[in-house]
């Protein structure tokens, strides 16, 4: 049976597969709606109903259904956006094993040990049926879960001392998790996770700043410009009011900076970790910054290729 790795992130799923000896990835951004959508013209509805509920993909709505919070994780609509990544990702409707992730918070208790409940509730949860209206559909057959965040650093850790440890520093859409761990992964001595310090504090604040320039828009698509800042045509081209361009750029420097304070304050409770790396997709706005925070040699300080897919990588590694 296929297998897929699948880093079930609150902003964006990302997956992994081999297909004919080729590793393989998709991400598909979770923005989705109550009720179905019409079709127009050869554009192709993602209708779903999954629990008797009707849900449809939707990434221009300002008002998506939010997932940027914990019940999400063991929610319909997280089943639904698993099953959407994989209608998106090319492969045939089939019977699938699936590796998907927790939150660290859920994943450990605070003596570090495996809170078996959400395991199991998590794997209850993605193992039930979505529909696709007039398509055929994923049947999850098998589901195993790990944690978030400290997979990526598997193939970091296996190079290091045993008397060396890594500080892995995972920035997503909505959380920032951070775990020490020795080298050769012996041990994890300690992991932090604030699940409401994320990128999502400069998409908020770019939603308002946006908003007051006549362009109310979903997160995905504020998300787009916070990325393309530097790109003035992109910026021209989806600000309605050219006036606010200025205001609205200066709004998302300033939260960026703002990020990057809150980031290094939580790093700044970690001690003696002699390796850094920094994964997630919010890694391209904070790396710079924590790279100037922490004292450490520059030949110990790494930005994973592809921040975002830096989990879904070592999930595999993982097996
Ligand atoms: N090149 C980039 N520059 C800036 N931000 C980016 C870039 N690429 C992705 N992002 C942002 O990263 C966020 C998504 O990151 P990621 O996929 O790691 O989050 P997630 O896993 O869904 O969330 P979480 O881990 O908090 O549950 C989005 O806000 C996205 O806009
Ligand atoms: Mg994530």
Redesign the pocket.
Known sequence: MMRIFI?D??????MLWEEAGKTLTH?SP?SFKRGWSATFGSGKPFNYLVDGEKYSFDLITPDVLPT?NVEWQYSPLNALAIHHALQTSGIEPQDVEVIVTL?LAEYYDEDAQYRLDNIERKKKSVMRSVELNKGSGFNITKVKVLP?SIPAGVSLCADLKPSHSALIV????????VSMVAGQMTSVSRVYGD?RL???L??DAVKLALAKAETATS?YNV??I??NRNDAEFLAENINDPAAIDFVKKEIMSSIERLCKRVNDVISSFKGYSHVIV???????VADSIRDHVAIRDDRFFVADE??FA?VRGLKLLG
């Open positions: 880093d992130g609150s902003t964006n799923i990302k991400i979770n940027n939150p978030e995972d920035l997503g859409g909505t959380t920032l998790d699940s994320g990128v999502s400069v998409t997160s998300d787009q916070i990325i994964i997630g997709g919010g890694a391209p706005l921040p975002q989990l």
